[in-house]
């Protein structure tokens, strides 16, 4: 079939996009720490499903220095970064975070130039300019539009603030990734792996806290329990597999650009759920993405 590689990348959008809803409602109900660490447990299950199925032997995969570079960036990623980012799902809602997620691409090529030695051309530092001058425009315009309605300013911030900090979080933890991925067979198997260095953190830090009881009582809390069972099958799940199925039909540049479009789904959300916007936010979305689109070309 054609084109079916450009479909699994925008289905995979529509993964992403529905995961941050779901992790922004089950966010607000029992916290962020609690909404992690039920969501990478589920994302251990499932991701441990598909590795038997596909890879049963994935174990024998790492070794040694492998490990600890799985293992920090999943604590730099998934701990340290998501924690900052679903809190700022909580306070400025999902649609703006993933809008500044959409710097992350930039962050890990800047990273990788300076760690690794990878060259930018001047193409993808015109791009990078254009987006993150996009993204400084929403945050700006959307922030007058909250003025309006007498929401706490300084929390407002602080939200932009941990979804800038969850996005350096998540481009960290790739950073710390790339040696290993770059030679693995199945990338389902150095996931896993990752995930356990988030989960581990997140269930020690809620031991440190003496939170564990409330940690297990929030188990009863069914609306929000399910939140953080979808949202783990729309994102490490239907998400990333989508993505990778999107990678081997079409080009990366055109995979990563459409699946890249989370933050316009979750602006038509906002739309829809009658949030107040202006007007100039959807343009200057669309442009966000298209300037992410002349990063990889």
């Not at 020690?204 to 188990?219: M, P």
């Not at 055109?254 to 479009?261: D, G, I």
Request: with cysteine; hydrophobic share 60%; aromatic share 16%.
């Amino acid at each position: 079939m054609k084109y079916t590689g450009e479909l699994a990348a925008l289905a995979a959008s529509l993964g992403w996009a529905g995961s941050a809803l779901f992790f922004e409602f089950g966010t607000r109900r029992i916290g962020s720490r609690f909404v992690n660490a039920w969501r990478l447990l589920w994302a251990l299950l499932l991701i441990g499903g598909i590795n038997l199925i596909f890879y049963p032997s994935f174990f024998r995969e790492f070794h040694g220095m492998d490990l600890l570079w799985l293992f920090a960036s999943g604590f730099v990623g998934f701990f340290l970064g998501d924690i900052l980012l679903f809190w700022s799902f909580a306070v400025i809602g999902s649609r703006l975070s993933l809008l500044i997620m959409l710097a992350n691409p930039f962050v890990s090529a800047l990273a990788g130039w300076y760690f690794w030695g990878e060259k930018l051309t001047f193409l993808q530092i015109v791009a990078m300019v254009g987006l993150v001058g996009c993204v400084a425009l929403v945050l700006s315009l959307h922030h007058r539009e909250e003025k309006t309605e007498k929401v706490n300013i300084c929390r407002h911030w602080l939200g932009i603030l941990a979804a800038i900090g969850g996005m350096f979080g998540q481009a960290g933890g790739a950073l710390l990734a790339k040696p290993v991925v770059s030679h693995v067979r199945f990338i389902f198997a150095a996931t896993f792996m990752r995930v356990i260095g988030g989960l581990v953190s997140f269930l020690l830090l809620i031991v440190v806290r003496g939170e564990w009881k409330k940690w297990l009582a929030s188990f009863r809390q069914k609306d929000a329990l399910l939140a953080t069972v979808g949202g783990s099958v729309f994102g490490p799940v239907v998400g990333v597999s989508l993505f990778l199925f999107s990678m081997v039909r079409c080009p990366l540049g055109v995979a990563t650009t459409l699946s890249s479009l989370a933050p316009i789904v979750l602006l038509v959300v906002d739309i829809l759920r009658g949030k107040k916007f202006h007007w100039l936010e959807f343009p200057l979305t669309v442009g966000a993405v298209g300037f992410l689109m002349l990063f990889f070309r």
